[in-house]
């Protein structure tokens, strides 16, 4: 089992940067790909970043590719999804997840999920 407890979420300005963060505990972290996904509220969940298990590769969706940022250290067991150039649209809730497959954007393929942090950007 790996466990997963997202923060860093919080109200920002349009523009504004946020930095969350994923701590992981329990099975091995560096084994793992990371993901970030989102959900807006009455939408679907969807993918936002992965990075794969030594940080050598990300992929991003497009619409945070140049403004998003994933990263990881496998040190201290955290993931984390620096966003800046903020937009109303990013408001979401957003989840970390962990995957034994590298580079996939599929949900199901993530097999542990956090309980997410709310992030709001006002305009």
């Known amino acids: 089992q790996v466990q997963l407890v997202e923060s860093g979420g919080g109200l920002v300005q349009a523009g504004g940067s946020l930095r969350l963060s994923c701590a992981a505990s329990?099975?091995?972290?560096?084994?793992?790909?990371m993901a970030w996904f989102r959900q807006a509220p009455g939408k679907e969940r969807e993918f936002v970043a992965t990075i794969s298990w030594g940080g050598g590769s990300t992929y991003y969706a497009d619409s945070v590719k140049g403004r998003f940022t994933i990263s990881r250290d496998n040190a201290k067991n955290t993931v984390y999804l620096q966003m800046n150039s903020l937009k109303p649209e990013d408001t979401a809730d957003y989840y970390c997840?962990?995957?034994?497959?590298?580079?996939?954007?599929?949900?199901?393929?993530?097999?542990?999920w956090g309980k997410g942090t709310q992030v709001t950007v006002s305009s």
């Open positions: 997840a962990a995957s034994g497959i590298a580079g996939t954007k599929t949900e199901y393929d993530y097999n542990y």
């Open positions: 329990g099975r091995t972290f560096r084994n793992y790909a």
